[in-house]
């Protein structure tokens, strides 16, 4: 049976659909490089005309031996997408996307600058040295890398696709030609190790990790693995609550006795 729909909502839900044209892009530029090149970082973001929000997938592997007659898959892995293209309109007063992220690659391949000079790539013994991905001096944006995709109204309630350890691994060739003109785009494609998705303006809740301490730190994983559940799936039972609840007394008695239920395990 159908389910009935009023006119308020069908209006609020498909006549209000996402415009593709309104983004905004932050090319994250190392530390180190950002004082070599003098770039002028916000005409470099207002040319980026298009970029491919980008997207992931999750491996899995096949449990076949569980139940007779069932395959299982389960998921092991998240796969994030190997890189993702911005293309930018090139100025004619500086040709600002093409210097930039060419100066960007010479810096990775410890190119013109602190190893040579430019005279120098112009010779047969011409020979270079990868430079670390790391540190101060590295080649990677460790999170300046942006996307922003809003609305026509401005309001931040979009998304906001955060890169980490972003930078360019090629540049599309750009054919000119007599024929009719047309505006030259230069098209840069960046890699990264991640992606994070903030939804507007809602932040991840503090208070789990606080009552828990940096799930994500080695020596709190550690201590996780070699027999502080107990006491940990506590901790966490007491700030779920406390959080659902807003009731801190109602978080301790539940953690309570969710430990003493672990304990007799």
């Not at 070699?226 to 779920?240: I, P, Q």
């Amino acid at each position: 049976m159908g389910t009935k729909t009023s006119i308020a909502t069908i209006k609020s839900t498909l006549l209000k659909p996402s415009l593709s044209s309104f983004f905004e892009v932050k090319i994250g530029i190392p530390s180190g490089l950002s004082s070599w090149l003098g770039i002028r970082e916000r005409d470099l973001n207002l040319l980026c005309s298009e970029v491919s929000l980008p997207g992931s997938s999750l491996a899995t592997t096949e449990i076949t031996n569980d139940f007779h007659g069932v395959t299982e898959r389960h998921a092991y892995r998240r796969i994030f997408e190997e890189q993702t293209d911005f293309t930018f309109y090139v100025d004619s007063s500086d040709y600002t996307p093409i210097k930039f992220f060419e100066r960007w690659i010479e810096y990775i391949t410890n190119g013109v600058g602190e190893q040579a000079a430019p005279e120098d790539l112009k010779t047969n013994n011409y020979f270079y040295r990868m430079r670390y991905p790391d540190g101060p001096r590295g080649y990677t944006s460790q999170q300046g890398l942006q996307v922003r995709k809003f609305e026509r109204d401005l309001k931040y309630t979009g998304l906001t696709y955060n890169f980490v350890k972003s930078y360019p691994v090629s540049i599309t060739s750009m054919p000119v030609s007599y024929d009719g003109s047309d505006v030259l785009k230069c098209t840069v494609a960046m890699t990264y190790i991640r992606y994070v998705v903030n939804q507007g303006n809602w932040e991840w809740s503090p208070s789990l990790s606080k009552s828990i301490g940096n799930i994500f730190n080695p020596f709190t994983q550690s201590q996780f693995n070699a027999g502080g559940f107990t006491g940990m799936a506590a901790n966490l039972v007491n700030a779920v609550v406390d959080n659902a609840t807003g009731s801190d007394f109602a978080g301790d008695v539940v953690g309570g006795i969710a430990g003493r239920v672990l304990r007799g395990l």
